[in-house]
């Protein structure tokens, strides 16, 4: 619900309404809530309860430049690695992912990038590497849904397509590793476009 957008940045958690609504108990909700607060999703605030964690502009922009820095680093460490089924495997996720685009079922696409993120990740074979992206997965997730909105993100997806498979079957780890960071970049100048058009909104309605 958090990542999906249901519930918003800031938001307070009612604990007895989503209780309620997921059909579980108050034992398992508070793990959940743990698990969240863990991956940077919720705040505990005591005395006050739980709430969506509503990140600054600054702070979205460090978790993108630190995405860059592992998903690179990923990137050199398994082309080398790749045979040419990983790279027809990688193929047919991003095929996918640019069909679901054009059908315009954002949900899809995002499970098939998601896929392919971590299908390179895997295949870097460093587990410090696979772990600290899977600690960054779920706030990667919310804004991954926020730049799905992009009107031309579709076809902007196919050209990357091309020219990731291409480096990929080339084994070229210097231009996969550029396209992999000017990909995340691409998101990255989505996502703030899309926090400083909503600040305006809110201070908008603020002001009136």
């Given at each position: 619900?958090?990542?999906?957008?249901?519930?918003?940045?800031g938001?307070?958690l009612?604990?007895?309404?989503?209780i309620?609504?997921?059909?579980?108990?108050?034992?398992?909700?508070r793990?959940?809530i743990?698990?969240?607060?863990k991956?940077?999703?919720?705040?505990?605030?005591?005395?006050r309860?739980f709430?969506?964690?509503a990140?600054?502009?600054?702070?979205?922009?460090?978790l993108?430049?630190?995405?860059?820095?592992?998903?690179?680093?990923?990137?050199?460490?398994?082309?080398?690695?790749?045979?040419?089924?990983?790279?027809d495997?990688?193929?047919?996720?991003?095929?996918?992912?640019?069909?679901?685009?054009?059908?315009?079922?954002?949900?899809?696409?995002?499970?098939?990038?998601?896929?392919?993120?971590?299908?390179?990740?895997?295949?870097?074979?460093?587990?410090?590497?696979?772990?600290?992206?899977?600690?960054?997965?779920?706030?990667?997730?919310?804004?991954?849904?926020?730049?799905n909105?992009?009107?031309?993100?579709?076809?902007?997806?196919?050209?990357?397509?091309?020219?990731i498979?291409?480096?990929?079957?080339?084994?070229?780890?210097?231009?996969?590793?550029a396209?992999?960071?000017?990909?995340?970049?691409?998101?990255q100048?989505v996502?703030?476009?899309?926090?400083?058009?909503?600040?305006?909104?809110?201070?908008?309605?603020?002001?009136?």
């Amino acid at each position: 619900m958090i990542v999906s957008g249901e519930l918003e940045p800031g938001a307070a958690l009612d604990e007895r309404a989503l209780i309620a609504k997921l059909s579980v108990s108050r034992t398992p909700f508070r793990e959940a809530i743990g698990t969240l607060e863990k991956a940077g999703l919720v705040e505990i605030k005591p005395y006050r309860g739980f709430f969506v964690r509503a990140l600054s502009r600054k702070q979205v922009e460090d978790l993108y430049e630190l995405r860059k820095t592992l998903e690179c680093f990923a990137v050199r460490l398994a082309v080398p690695r790749m045979t040419d089924a990983d790279v027809d495997r990688f193929e047919t996720v991003l095929d996918r992912a640019v069909t679901a685009l054009r059908q315009g079922d954002m949900a899809a696409y995002a499970e098939h990038d998601r896929s392919f993120h971590e299908g390179v990740a895997t295949l870097a074979d460093n587990h410090a590497l696979v772990e600290a992206l899977e600690r960054l997965a779920l706030q990667i997730q919310v804004f991954r849904v926020m730049a799905n909105r992009s009107a031309d993100l579709a076809e902007r997806a196919a050209l990357e397509r091309d020219r990731i498979l291409a480096a990929f079957r080339n084994r070229d780890v210097e231009y996969a590793s550029a396209l992999m960071r000017e990909h995340i970049a691409d998101v990255q100048q989505v996502v703030m476009a899309a926090l400083a058009a909503n600040e305006m909104s809110r201070e908008g309605m603020t002001g009136a």
